[in-house]
């Protein structure tokens, strides 16, 4: 890879990680792609992997964290716990840029949550008087897509998605979407812990 091949890369990498926090944009794949055409490299093969769009969000956000973005983070890892509580009986894990601690202007925060079937959970939420919206996220596996019931629904101005897994999906989380390595999964102590080091 020759040194303009290099900074093509690096420019691309960091515009997508602009365009995923100022922006929101989540799917690091589309990130990559709208940085390319907005830098006129639409054509290019030689896109950065999304490690290294991971690594430039993480430069970009220390770079330019204040205290409103770390404000941010603390709530909606605030959202999170509650969230957690609430979910308790279905073993929730917090995934996702909330974990990681990047802020990309969603309030929004992702939970895997592990039940025998996803009505178990409707009931619960019906029996808690919380109103929520049935979708499904996708997951790239060894055999190809695999779709998962998700459960959306508020809590503390935090828009929440509770991702239906089987009971036996705990001990096996879907691959990342950066690395495609197991996805970082982490319990509502592990969540209290990362906010007392905030």
Known sequence: MSINDLRVRQMIAAEAARIILDEGVVDYRLAKRKAAERLGAGQTRNLPRNTEIEAAVFERQRLFEDDASRQRLTHLRQAAVQAMQLLEPFHPRLVGPVLAGIVNGRDELTLHIFA?????????????????????????????????????????????????????????????????????????REVERLLEGQ
Request: with cysteine; hydrophobic share 35%.
């Open 116 to 188: 025998d079937s996803p009505e178990e959970v409707i009931f619960y939420l019906q029996d808690r008087g919380v109103t929520w919206r049935s979708d499904e996220r996708r997951f790239k596996g060894a055999q190809g897509h695999v779709a998962y019931p998700c459960l959306e629904f508020g809590a503390d101005g935090v828009d929440v998605d509770a991702v239906v897994f089987p009971v036996d999906g705990i001990r096996q989380p879907p691959p990342s979407p950066v690395d495609g390595r197991p996805m970082r999964r982490a319990d509502v």
